[in-house]
């Protein structure tokens, strides 16, 4: 039943393929829909991997997953089994994830895996709006604040200027039976939203006090009175045109002034994955979305996530498939990447500078200009992976499809890098050394022509920050540009510090009898009792580990028992704050139960990309002593 309870899956199967009032990216496109959500949104590995053989036994020639578990490695049963549908013929297309607020190497699998299209999310530039009508007929767009009463479609009424709103500035104006009208900032929404309603007013409509328009709620418990956000340009004309009235509509429209617009949105994940690949793969409209819901859920709204960029990658190589029907599932990643257009950084857009590639990858989808390019360029990115103080050397080739030798320039164009502080990124105008084998080159038409390049990591970047930027193909004037994202690490990187000690006052991994933080204490590990008493293991992980390990040791003379327990391709902690929890019963490597004793724990971890053999790669922690107590008569646990 494709009905879906919370109307994600329709609201991404109308940015897909929607022919109606909204008009999807691809909407010729035949949608089969493969549910793997129940009500409460989650699902398991098996259930995705049959959906995904299924997918492959219809011949679909696209797939699209909005769908994710962040921190994952390529090497994750649903990444790798999309890396087999795209040798077998589907183009795989997933969102790179939400966890942006969490930092670097943040990215969701699937969307991580190594031939997997992932989409970053931009901000929408025109947020679809509401919107009232002016006295002299303009309409002003705005955004309902959670949590507050329904803005109404009919009838008008007069506006008064109420300032600030805030309880220093009352009484208010004589605002009763009308609209109050108020600027952001002071006091809270909500004080402002109590107010307006003591004094009478019928609704109140708060301007930003930066630019553009702005999402807001009153708080808990909800207020009846309708309060909306207005940009601060329409609050500052509204203002200029008083006395004037409004008249409530069930209009709507694409409101511009949405100060994020054409940006990566905030939740946007980061690479690069954790095998240093340069993720995600390029970027799509993903913020303030407006698409079609269940009918019970008013049939259309917005929302945000990676999981509506996403479809409209997937209805791009949809359309791309249509127009070049005869493209190979492992190029259309690239020719997608190739006409690609990287946006400013979110940080500070005035200042000009590039959104890092390890946020962006390729950057904003242009499906016209993708088909309609004639130059295809391989690879579609570059990982250059952890550079070392040495430089990297990588050849990128052209083959021109079309009817005309092209000329292209050969430009490095540099992005903002990140420095090494995972859960928190800083930012660096820090930027690689570029050199090419030639400053320009030819390429005949039906001809390939290769050019080399040799990039050195930043000078004045910290060790293992991330750089990345772009190496440009301009034709001449007036034609498009062609590029090709990159991205490197600084330095080693199997120099992190994963067993950070600092993650808790107690230090970090800790031994405890209970699964919650605190200094580590003795701990007697006893079966019989109903519930068990266990032995529990916190630790905290600053990094993606490739492996983890447990090992157990008679702690009277120090003999190995063997391991009893190994995880491989670990997540990070989401937060610098975080621990896994991991119980031990007191068995043995094959399971059995070991004797009544005292014993030691040793955990070790194997860094991302490290050296198996190489013993600085590896970190370990040895626990405090573990006492096991068998009763013989003991009944065993059900």
Known sequence: NPDDCGGHGTHVAGILAANGTVKGVAPEATLMAYRVFGCQ??????????????????????LNMSIGAPFGWPQWPTARASKNLVNHGV??????????????????????????????????????SPAFRLEEGTLVGYQQMANAGSI???????????GRGCNADLPLPSVSGRVALMVRGTCSFREKAINARNAGATAALIYNNAPGIFFGTVGTPPLPLPVAGLAREDGQEILSSLPTTLTWTADQFADPLWAAGGLVSSFSAYGPSPDLALKPDI?????????????????????????????????AAALYLQAHPHTSSQVVRDLLQNSAVPVVWAGNASLGLIEATHRQGAGLLDIAAAIDATTKIVPGKISLGELEGAPANRTITLENNGAAEVTYEVVHRPAIATGANTFRPEFYASFAGVGFSAPSITVPAGGIVTVDLTVTEPADLPERGVFGGYIMFVPPAGARALRVPYSGLKGDYQSVRVLNPAASANGNPLLRPEPILGPNLPVTIDTSLNPPRLAWILVHLDHQVRRLRLEAFDATNGTAIGRIGQFGYVERSRNVDEFFVVAWDGT?????????????????????L?????????????????????????????
Not at 41 to 62: F, K, S
Not at 111 to 120: C, F, I, N, Q
Not at 588 to 607: N, R
Not at 610 to 631: G, K, M, Y
Request: a negative charge; hydrophobic letters at 40%; proline letters at 7%.
């Open 41 to 62: 949104g989650v699902t398991e590995d098996d259930i995705m991997l049959a959906a995904m053989e299924r997918i492959l036994a219809d011949g679909n020639q696209v």
């Open 91 to 128: 183009v795989v297309v997933a969102s790179a994830g939400n966890s942006g607020a969490n930092g670097l190497y943040s990215m969701s699998v699937p969307g991580a895996g190594d031939k997997v299209l992932s989409s970053a999310a931009i901000d929408n530039r025109g947020l679809h």
């Open 152 to 162: 109404p479609t009919a009838g008008t009424v007069s506006i008064v200027n109420a």
């Open 283 to 315: 970027a799509a409209p993903g913020g303030l979305i407006f698409s079609t819901l269940p009918l019970e859920f008013g049939g259309f709204g917005i929302l945000s996530g990676t999981s509506m960029a996403s479809p409209h990658v997937a209805g």
């Open 588 to 608: 043995g490597k094959k399971g059995q139960d070991l004797p009544a004793g005292t014993y030691t724990l040793k955990l070790s971890i194997q860094k991302a």
């Open 610 to 638: 490290a050296d198996e053999d190489n013993p600085a790669h590896w970190e370990s922690w040895d626990s405090p002593v573990i006492t096991i107590v068998r009763s013989p008569d003991s009944e065993p646990i059900p």
